[in-house]
Each structure stands twice: as structure tokens, then as C-alpha cells.
């Protein structure tokens, strides 16, 4: 097995597990599954989804990536880059044709593949490269850090379109009102 190989396998795992992680939440309705998982149909919340999702996935990548000796470098940093940069990459996507003609499930299905494919492909770039190494402890702070913003503002979000849940019209996990 190859590095790439091992690329194409995580956007078919990441794009699985973003099936199974929107719906945690409801099957277990938590504080702890609030802060990794989406907690409404915000924007902002499947945000957090797809950041969890190739997060989440890094376990099994780590085993892989063990378990057939493949060469690496950098692995936190490549998983928080790739976690962190699928969020821009998709909204700038999915927002204009949002914004155009509203939510429709095949066309941000489709963003989603194709965000996850453009985050691994990076991922493959920053697993490949020598000069990170040294960023590896910074980045798996970071992710921790990522997590503690995604429960504040899922707890306390801005009042924005990117937090506001339009299915039930409400803001992060509490439940008042506009």
C-alpha cells in the first residue's frame, strides 16, 4: 500500500463517517457528543461535522499508516490542516449556490466529496513533506483548541446565517428563538 493509496481510502472514510457523525447527536444527546457532533442544521454545525470527520478518521489512518509501514511525516499537522481547511474550502463552495438556489441535498453532497478530496489531496502534500515536523505538538494543540471554540459556539453562537438553524429555527443547542 501506498501513501496516495492510503489518501483515496481516508476521503472514502471521511465521507462514510460524515454520514454516521450527522446523526450521533440526535442517537445520543449529550454534552460530549454536542461538542463534536452537529447539534442542529446549521451551517455552522455541519461545519463541525466535517472537521470531526477527518479528525475522527485520523485514528484509523494512524493504524493503517502503522500496520503496512508506510513512510510519513508530520501526521498532526497534516490531520489539523486537512481538518481545518476542508471548512473554507467547502463554504466557499456551498455558500454561493446557497445563496442562489437554497439547500439542495445531491448538490451539497457532492461539495462535501469534493471538499474532502481537496483536503486529502493536501494531506498527502503535508504528509509527504520534511519541514513540519516541528509543528506536530502545535497542531494537535490546535485541534484541542478547535474543539473548545466549536462547544462555545455551539453553546453560545452568533447570531448570524452560518448559526442560524432554519429547519428549527433556533441558534446552537439551546432552545430559544431568533
Not at 477527518?54 to 500496520?67: E, P
Request: one cysteine or more; a positive charge.
Amino acid at each position: 500500500m501506498t501513501l496516495k493509496r492510503t489518501r483515496f481510502i481516508s476521503t472514502i472514510g471521511i465521507f462514510a463517517l460524515c454520514f454516521l457523525f450527522h446523526f450521533i447527536y440526535d442517537w445520543l444527546p449529550c454534552s460530549l457528543t454536542a461538542i463534536f457532533f452537529p447539534v442542529n442544521e446549521s451551517i455552522w454545525e455541519h461545519m463541525k461535522l466535517l472537521f470531526s470527520a477527518v479528525v475522527f478518521y485520523g485514528i484509523i489512518d494512524y493504524i493503517i499508516l502503522q500496520k503496512f509501514k508506510i513512510k510519513y511525516n508530520n501526521f498532526f499537522t497534516s490531520l489539523f490542516v486537512s481538518a481545518l481547511t476542508i471548512i473554507p474550502i467547502y463554504l466557499i463552495m456551498f455558500l454561493p449556490i446557497y445563496h442562489k438556489i437554497g439547500e439542495n441535498m445531491a448538490i451539497t453532497i457532492g461539495i462535501m466529496l469534493v471538499s474532502i478530496i481537496i483536503s486529502q489531496v493536501i494531506s498527502y502534500y503535508i504528509l509527504k513533506a520534511k519541514d513540519f515536523d516541528k509543528l506536530n505538538i502545535i497542531s494537535l494543540i490546535l485541534i484541542i483548541i478547535s474543539y473548545i471554540v466549536f462547544a462555545f459556539l455551539t453553546y453560545y453562537p452568533i447570531k448570524n446565517e452560518l448559526f442560524f438553524d432554519t429547519q428549527e429555527e433556533k441558534y446552537g443547542i439551546n432552545n430559544y428563538n431568533i
